[in-house]
């Protein structure tokens, strides 16, 4: 089956720096979508994003499905941004198959 | 109005009972998910349900068995409970088949077999 994997699996940061965050997966994908998992456990969609280059306020997201990557990109991060960030995508006939994740610490 | 609820929230219980929980969506989309998220916060996929249709079956034991009455209802009973069945189980819904289309998860039922 299709391999997600997301880098760096850790991040510290101290509030108001930038971060990237990586995705990448082996083979064509249907869908992808980023999630922040917050300290309180809820899942919540940040960006459905196959393909292209999407922003939602502070963060942003770039798909380029032909070299099977995604970047999710954090501005000015808050300590509100802490928690787990998942990338999910989907083969044809298949569900979300999600990657290990990237823990984000954001401290004052 | 929470559009994927999931209940209970939590449950505590002993090896070899039974459980249930409950799963809903008022986003009328027609395909249904149970996940389940381990200790290492590792999101796994056990089943999916499209219009009350069984479409995905991953190897799950068959204590486990969910139950689509329609279409914005999925619910998991979970038989024989064992200490690895502890983990948080989250409900989501779709508005395409096989996943194409946004995903969105309920709050999760956060599970503690005894």
């Known amino acids: 089956g299709i391999q997600v994997e997301q880098s760096p699996p850790d991040l510290i940061l101290q509030e108001g720096a930038n971060s990237t965050l990586r995705c990448n997966f082996s083979d064509s994908v249907n869908n992808l979508q980023w999630f922040h998992q917050n300290p309180w456990g809820q899942l919540i969609n940040l960006f459905y994003?196959?393909?292209g280059t999407k922003q939602n306020g502070r963060l942003s997201a770039t798909t380029v499905a032909t070299e099977r990557y995604s970047l999710l990109y954090i501005s000015s991060s808050q300590t509100t941004d802490s928690g787990v960030y998942f990338c999910?995508?989907?083969?044809?006939?298949?569900?979300?198959?999600f990657g290990k994740g990237t823990t984000l610490s954001v401290s004052s | 109005d929470t559009a994927v609820s999931q209940t209970p929230k939590y449950l505590v219980t002993q090896m070899g009972n039974d459980k249930s929980i409950k799963c809903e969506q008022n986003l009328g989309h027609d395909t249904m998910y149970w996940y389940k998220q381990d200790s290492k916060k590792f999101l796994k996929i056990m089943f999916s349900?499209?219009?009350?249709?069984?479409?995905i079956n991953e190897t799950v034991p068959n204590r486990f068995s969910p139950k689509s009455p329609d279409k914005a209802h999925l619910n998991l009973h979970i038989n024989s409970l064992e200490l690895g069945d502890s983990a948080v189980y989250f409900c989501a819904s779709a508005n395409t088949r096989f996943g194409t289309g946004e995903l969105f998860f309920g709050e999760g039922s956060r599970l503690t077999v005894l």
């Open positions: 994003i196959p393909s």
């Open positions: 349900y499209n219009n009350k249709e069984l479409i």
């Open positions: 999910a995508v989907v083969q044809a006939g298949t569900a979300l198959i």
